[in-house]
């Protein structure tokens, strides 16, 4: 999760105003940035990992498990706790977009030598008895991607019906959502931006009991918030390289690598209580906030020269999802699929060298 400030964001209606110079003054920070660091060389290899966690609350006597709504409440427990525990290696302790979720980090990145490969394992184990000794008698913190019962009846704790002013679900409630302003604006402000709620469709697995394939011949699990994609756990890693030119490299490198990695993992089989024809998380997450018109899709729809193409420019996907081209000089030759460009910003990039 990115650095959080707490703050007053705004509604989508009050935001357009101000998109076009947040969009142009983010060019103009890119290329200051660039200038800066650009002949910087011989940076020193640092890494670290983020994990994310579920808290999972058990009712051994009614034996269900539901998502335990304590993250914020667990996570200032941790970081109370690491401030008066003084290790060579601790833990921070993050939040994340589902108030049942927290993420965890090494306190300090890991350097380019063999003390630090043997440490990673440690630290992660450390951050694991640190979180379950936070955790009350009945809950859990396993390593779950997506809890399978997500959207599926009286499914958090404490219970709260579907829906309210953020996501408008007819699934989840927004108590599901972090109290923290950013998150419930962005849900709001993705359905607002859209004019609907987010549609996420992921294939159905057709088995002895999906009657579904009767009626239909690519039948779907239906979700309708951004909760059931960005409440997805996992585990992320970040570099810094030497250079720009070998963070272009890697960054083409990890694009090939991690698609692969993750779909070793198969960690993603069940989606509101149904067996997917998927086994990975990334459609549903790139669905789950895709902020695209209608005329951004493939439908008619008004312009508004506020907005990134007017509103009306045809983007082929999410943006959210994959990426649409390489970055590294040598990487050219295989940039091959369709990539929506701005053409004034990438006049004006040009311009500027």
Not at 184 to 212: C, F, H, M, W
Request: include cysteine; proline fraction near 6%.
């Amino acid at each position: 999760m990115g650095l959080l400030k707490i703050g007053t964001p705004l509604h989508w209606k009050d935001s357009l105003e101000h998109c076009n110079y947040v969009r142009l003054h983010g060019i103009h920070q890119f290329i200051a940035n660039y200038r800066r660091l650009r002949h910087l060389e011989n940076d020193r290899l640092f890494y670290g990992d983020e994990i994310e966690y579920s808290l999972l609350k058990v009712d051994e006597k009614n034996k269900t498990v539901k998502l335990s709504l304590r993250g914020p409440e667990v996570m200032e427990s941790l970081r109370q706790s690491e401030q008066v525990i003084h290790a060579f290696r601790g833990c921070t302790w993050h939040q994340e977009y589902g108030s049942w979720m927290l993420e965890g980090t090494p306190d300090l990145p890991y350097g380019g030598y063999t003390m630090s490969l043997a440490s990673v394992e440690q630290n992660m184990r450390l951050r694991r008895g640190r979180l379950l000794s936070a955790l009350l008698a009945d809950e859990l913190a396993p390593t779950l991607v997506t809890f399978p019962l997500m959207g599926v009846g009286d499914f958090v704790s404490p219970p709260a019906p579907p829906g309210g002013e953020a996501s408008e679900s007819d699934f989840v409630p927004d108590t599901c959502i972090n109290p923290h302003p950013r998150f419930a604006t962005l849900t709001g402000n993705i359905r607002r931006r859209r004019g609907s709620k987010v549609d996420i469709r992921i294939p159905l697995y057709q088995d002895v009991k999906t009657p579904e394939f009767q009626s239909s011949k690519d039948p779907y699990v239906h979700m309708d918030c951004m909760a059931f994609g960005m409440g997805c756990c996992c585990l992320q890693v970040t570099f810094q390289a030497s250079d720009i030119e070998e963070s272009r490299l890697l960054y083409d490198q990890l694009a090939v690598l991690a698609p692969i990695m993750m779909a070793l993992t198969a960690a993603t089989p069940i989606v509101k209580g149904r067996l997917a024809a998927t086994d990975v998380r990334w459609s549903l997450i790139s669905q789950s906030v895709d902020d695209r018109t209608p005329a951004e899709g493939d439908e008619q729809g008004k312009s508004d020269s506020r907005m990134a193409g007017g509103g009306v420019k045809r983007q082929s996907k999410s943006r959210y999802d994959s990426i649409s081209c390489y970055i590294h000089p040598g990487s050219n030759s295989y940039s091959d699929i369709p990539c929506e460009i701005d053409d004034d910003l990438l006049a004006l990039l040009q311009k500027e060298g």
